[in-house]
Antibody, heavy 120, light 107 residues
């Protein structure tokens, strides 16, 4: 079945980096953007950016530019999101989700989420 | 960036009630508006895409409509499993933006 499976929870110190993976299965990886959305505790959804797995092209939210890097490995249908210079307010659940490249429909499949805790 | 203003921020209702949640875009987004449901500790789930198209597997009591830059999610008859938080999202332009969310609680 179609699914996105994310890597496990992380605990990091301020100033460190974290890299979260998102493995796709059950569909053609290159037909769908992988979007990254985060949710701080008790807060709403925040879009971080997206990657086109076919071209590798990325778009990042201004807030994260310079700190976030999204990559992919098409040989294993996996996307990655790396966030550097972590701060305590980066503590959140990080989700990957897919959206078809051909048309900006909704994000129809989501990963289970990866909890990132930033604490000294 | 396009701002999405969602209202109300919270809502109390009873099983069987008809409920509407509204999202207003700060500029035209054509019909590129999506609705998600999120339950505690779970990832969001797509309900409606392109303003009024029902995602496969979603019950028909959920519907979406639009009027200009105003978008509405309607639940025709609330069921116990519908108590959750709902978000709108515009996919018209980058950056994608979400509404603040509407928490639907049991009265």
């Amino acid at each position: 079945q179609v699914q996105l499976v994310q890597s496990g929870a992380e605990v990091k110190k301020p100033g460190a980096s974290v890299k979260v993976s998102c493995k796709a299965s059950g569909y053609i990886f290159t037909d769908y953007f992988i979007q990254w959305v985060r949710q701080a505790p008790g807060q709403g959804l925040e879009w971080m950016g997206r990657i086109n797995p076919n071209s590798g092209g990325t778009n990042y939210a201004k807030k994260f530019q310079g700190r976030v890097t999204m990559t992919r490995d098409t040989s294993i249908s996996t996307a990655y999101m790396e966030l550097s210079r972590l701060r305590s307010d980066d503590t959140a659940v990080y989700y990957c989700a897919r959206r078809i490249v051909a048309r900006p429909n909704g994000m129809d499949v989501w990963g289970q989420g990866t909890t990132v805790t930033v604490s000294s | 960036d396009i701002q999405m203003t969602q209202s109300p921020s919270s809502l109390s209702a009873s099983v069987g009630d008809r409920v509407t949640i509204t999202c207003r875009a700060s500029q035209s987004i054509s019909s590129y508006l999506n609705w998600y449901q999120q339950k505690p500790g779970k990832a969001p789930n797509l309900l409606i895409y392109l303003a009024s198209s029902l995602q496969s597997g979603v019950p028909s009591r959920f519907s979406g409509s639009e009027s200009g830059t105003d978008f509405t999610l309607t639940i025709s008859s609330l069921q116990p499993e519908d108590f959750a938080t709902y978000y709108c999202e515009q996919s018209y332009s980058i950056p994608v933006t979400f509404g603040q969310g509407t928490r639907l609680e049991i009265k």
